[in-house]
């Protein structure tokens, strides 16, 4: 079983920086796609961003390309989202999650975290 664990959230004004983490255990990850979700109130889940097992592919939603940058460390069993030039529209609980698979696949991920707020201010 993998337990996925985020932290690094808090509130932070618009045009600020954020650095999300997220710890796993119970198995090595590294061979598994990692992404980061994210559920703003009366919405849906939204993609955000992923890594491939080796680090050396990535994918960004189109709403923070440029802004946000994710990565791993297999060795720490971790990946980590640094987030920049933050708006209050990236207010959410951010997710990490866990799947086999290419990194352009956004859906059938296995494993997920309980999730970090995120609170930008205007």
């Known amino acids: 079983q993998v337990q996925l664990v985020e932290s690094g959230g808090g509130l932070v004004q618009a045009g600020g920086s954020l650095r999300l983490s997220c710890a796993a255990s119970?198995?090595?990850?590294?061979?598994?796609?990692l992404g980061w979700f994210r559920q703003a109130p009366g919405k849906e889940r939204e993609f955000v961003a992923a890594?491939?097992?080796?680090?050396?592919?990535?994918k960004y939603a189109d709403s923070v390309k440029g802004r946000f940058t994710i990565s791993r460390d297999n060795a720490k069993n971790t990946l980590y989202l640094q987030m920049d030039s933050l708006k209050p529209e990236d207010t959410a609980i951010y997710y990490c999650?866990?799947?086999?698979?290419?990194?352009?696949?956004?859906?059938?991920?296995?494993?997920w975290g309980q999730g970090t707020q995120v609170t930008v201010s205007s």
């Open positions: 890594v491939n097992w080796s680090g050396g592919s990535t």
């Open positions: 119970g198995r090595t990850l590294s061979s598994y796609t």
């Open positions: 999650a866990a799947r086999r698979g290419i990194v352009e696949v956004t859906t059938g991920y296995d494993y």
